[in-house]
């Protein structure tokens, strides 16, 4: 879709391919819920409600920033003034908006938690700076947040990951110690020390899983060198694996996005760009095809199809 030529995919077929998204979204959201209400009653645990074992079927993480993507999308076509959207789409979309932020929340994901807080600060400033509409920016910050943090203090165990974070970097223990999501930290320490090593081409991407490997038993980590985990971070693997070259080109991938949809006003696109230089500090992304087919498909769409709004000269 990405390399059609502009004329093949007018308004209406660009807004069908989002609310596609939108609609596959949706419908895995309420399969999850479903299942865990189903798991809830076998178990009676209220673990199922939440991370891995709500999103079932990927990655929490993948999902949530999945979600957030879709919620972005949801605010922009509500504030568009020039996408024409009909009664029950608009009700459907502003009972979608609180879903997702629940979802998101019981994801767990910290980077899922982050790009949330990002999206709705994008969309408060798009309407402030470009909007010029002060009190309805304020307005909307403030609902969106009380929201959030109203059901931070509301849902039993949604900040434990990154309470086991935060608890991790005051605690001087072994990576052994710690939780998985907690002991980033030490791979992150090992990666640093392969990038030392070769800080300007790389391992290669062949060999950059046996140099960690490496390092994870310098540092004496069992329990990376028995699960082979990657960094954990993308800039770090893609460091690894291609030096400082490598390192440049993806900054310059990720964050092209963020420039180029500020400058056209492009919202949506700078969501994409700002979500993953998010997402890429927590996870090495572009490892699985979840991450790439996503960010490759829409990268290449939203820059080539764009008939929503043109930038004004």
């Not at 809830?40 to 999902?63: A, C, K, N, R």
């Not at 300007?200 to 899983?209: L, N």
Request: hydrophobic share 50%.
């Amino acid at each position: 879709f990405g390399l059609l030529g502009k004329e093949l995919i007018n308004k209406k077929g660009f807004s069908f391919i989002l609310n596609s998204f939108l609609a596959i979204a949706s419908v895995y959201t309420l399969v999850c819920l479903i299942n865990a209400g189903f798991q809830f009653f076998l178990s009676g645990q209220i673990s199922v409600f939440f991370y891995g074992e709500l999103s079932f079927l990927m990655h929490p993480s993948y999902y949530a920033l999945y979600l957030n993507f879709a919620l972005g999308i949801i605010l922009v076509q509500l504030l568009k003034t020039d996408i024409e959207l009909k009664k029950p789409q608009q009700v459907l979309y502003k009972l979608l908006v609180p879903l997702f932020i629940l979802v998101i929340i019981l994801l767990e994901s910290k980077a899922g938690i982050l790009g949330l807080i990002g999206v709705l600060l994008a969309i408060g400033l798009y309407i402030m700076i470009f909007q010029k509409n002060w009190q309805k920016a304020l307005l909307f910050m403030g609902l969106s947040f009380a929201m959030v943090f109203g059901l931070f203090s509301i849902i039993p165990n949604s900040t434990s990951r990154i309470t086991a974070v935060i608890d991790s970097v005051q605690d001087e223990g072994s990576a052994e110690e710690h939780s998985v999501s907690a002991a980033r930290l030490y791979l992150w320490k090992a990666n640093w020390q392969a990038i030392k090593k070769q800080p300007i081409f790389g391992y290669g991407t062949g060999d950059v899983k046996a140099q960690l490997i490496k390092e994870y038993q310098a540092q004496n980590n069992k329990r990376a060198v028995e699960h082979n985990y990657n960094s954990h971070n993308q800039y770090l693997q893609t460091t690894v694996a291609t030096g400082l070259i490598g390192f440049l080109a993806l900054l310059l991938i990720v964050l092209f996005p963020v420039y180029d949809g500020y400058r056209n006003k492009n919202v949506i696109f700078f969501l994409l760009g700002s979500l993953m230089f998010v997402n890429l500090l927590v996870e090495s992304m572009f490892e699985r095809q979840a991450g790439i087919m996503f960010y490759a498909f829409f990268l290449s769409f939203l820059y080539f199809q764009n008939p929503i709004e043109k930038p004004k000269d």
